[in-house]
């Protein structure tokens, strides 16, 4: 792969096409919401939003929410957290002609889980997953390094995110006649996870 191919990443269809160990697929493949399955898995679940904001879309994002090149969009990064411990980087990103009758809630979700808006909402339609390997020299993998800092997941050792392979799913959502694509970043941490006792329980 040539080094400028590698700040776009090839989105599958099917989760088989980027070869995730066993474990890692199943959280890819997670069904319905995945933040009410990482609630499942800690006794405190955290939405920590690092920027909301206007910023042009990433070279693979632009395709798939309607634009002909990468354009100016809202762009929403978050880290989902389970007990402290940072488990999943989220992007959002909607184009700037969405209106706020399209998406009346973005712009106030502050460190709400977007996730329970999209599920709950009937106006919401989902998209098919598509399933990528981020490979060193992607930019999200950079946005992932500034987003840990120090506070980097229990696996990576003398390595960081943007030296190694990370899996990714993103997923296009409509409501009215606006775009919003979804693109989370699974961190080796995701794998420590096990249901917890309580949640087991209540369920």
């Known amino acids: ?3 400028g191919s590698r700040r776009q990443a090839r989105w599958l269809a099917h989760p088989d096409g980027v ?15 995945l933040t009410a399955r990482l609630i499942a898995h800690s006794r405190h ?4 939003k690092l920027r909301q904001a206007g910023n042009v879309c990433l070279a693979d994002e632009a395709g798939a929410i309607g634009l002909a090149r990468p354009q100016r969009v ?16 989220g992007h959002t990103v909607v184009p700037m002609s969405a209106s706020a009758s399209d998406w009346p809630l973005f712009s106030a979700l502050g460190e ?41 997941p229990a696996r990576e050792t003398s390595v960081g995110p943007t030296d ?3 899996f990714a799913r993103r997923c296009v959502y409509r409501r009215r006649q606006g775009l919003l694509l979804v693109t989370e970043v699974f ?13 087991m329980n209540t369920k």
């Open 74 to 89: 809202w762009e929403r990064e978050v880290l989902l957290r389970c007990d402290g411990r940072p488990v999943v980087y």
């Open 112 to 152: 709400r889980s977007l996730g329970t808006t999209l599920f709950y909402d009937p106006r919401v339609t989902r998209g098919a997953l598509e399933f990528a390997r981020l490979r060193p020299g992607h930019p999200l993998l950079a946005r992932v390094r500034d987003a840990l800092g120090h506070d980097g």
């Open 45 to 48: 679940f955290r939405v920590q």
């Open 19 to 33: 070869h995730a160990p066993a474990a890692m697929r199943d959280w890819l493949t997670t069904p319905g919401s």
């Open 164 to 166: 190694m392979t990370f």
């Open 1 to 3: 792969m040539r080094p």
């Open 187 to 199: 961190l080796p941490s995701v794998l420590d996870l096990v249901a917890t006792a309580t949640n």
